[in-house]
């Protein structure tokens, strides 16, 4: 059970996919303007890292690694990710239109998205099995939406804040978004 534990607070505080890997910036500077959008992205990206981790660790450790054929792990998990977040965008689309119509471009992206990528292949490459795997899917993706909901909120606070101009948009968004990294490094060694 301590392993687990350690494996859960790791992926979410000290090896955050975003804070610390710096995996998957696309959407959490696309879609952190708002809270709600953030949330949302959030959920879809935990589903998605959860199923495609699972998927991902079956297919590596009762296909690939019998057959010896370890080289088509990052194909197999491409085509097995892509297909999971075509399930989440059609399931949005008929029950959850207004989050659909929120993400917009970056629900799609999420099959290119390289922290749920990442998480597959650091699972392979951390001899996770089949349920240590899946617990670092759902713990990474928990992670990523804890700093796309951190950010978020900050990123709300700054539009009302009093910012210079030419530090207005993306780069007061960047400064903030190292300033919340910077403070994620304070849990390194946190588990060691």
């Not at 399931?91 to 597959?120: D, E, F, R, S, W």
Request: with cysteine.
């Amino acid at each position: 059970m301590t392993e687990y534990f350690l494996i859960i607070m790791s992926a979410i505080l000290v090896d955050n996919f975003v804070l610390s890997k710096f995996l998957g910036i696309c959407p959490f500077l696309g879609v952190s303007k708002k809270l709600e959008t953030a949330a949302g992205m959030g959920g879809a990206v935990i589903f998605v890292m959860t199923l495609a981790s699972l998927a991902t660790a079956a297919l590596y450790q009762f296909i690939l690694a019998p057959l010896g054929m370890e080289y088509l792990q990052t194909l197999g998990f491409i085509l097995v990710i892509a297909a999971l977040v075509q399930f989440v965008e059609i399931v949005l689309k008929k029950m959850v239109p207004p989050l659909y119509q929120a993400l917009g471009i970056y629900l799609p992206l999420i099959t290119t998205n390289c922290a749920v990528l990442g998480a597959a292949l650091l699972a392979v490459t951390n001899e996770y099995d089949v349920l240590k795997s899946t617990v670092y899917g759902f713990a990474a993706g928990v992670g990523f939406t804890l700093a796309l909901v951190l950010f978020s909120g900050v990123r709300e606070k700054i539009e009302m804040a009093d910012v210079p101009d030419s530090l207005k948009g993306i780069p007061a968004a960047l400064l903030a978004a190292a300033l919340v990294s910077v403070s994620f490094f304070g849990f390194q060694g946190l588990f060691a």
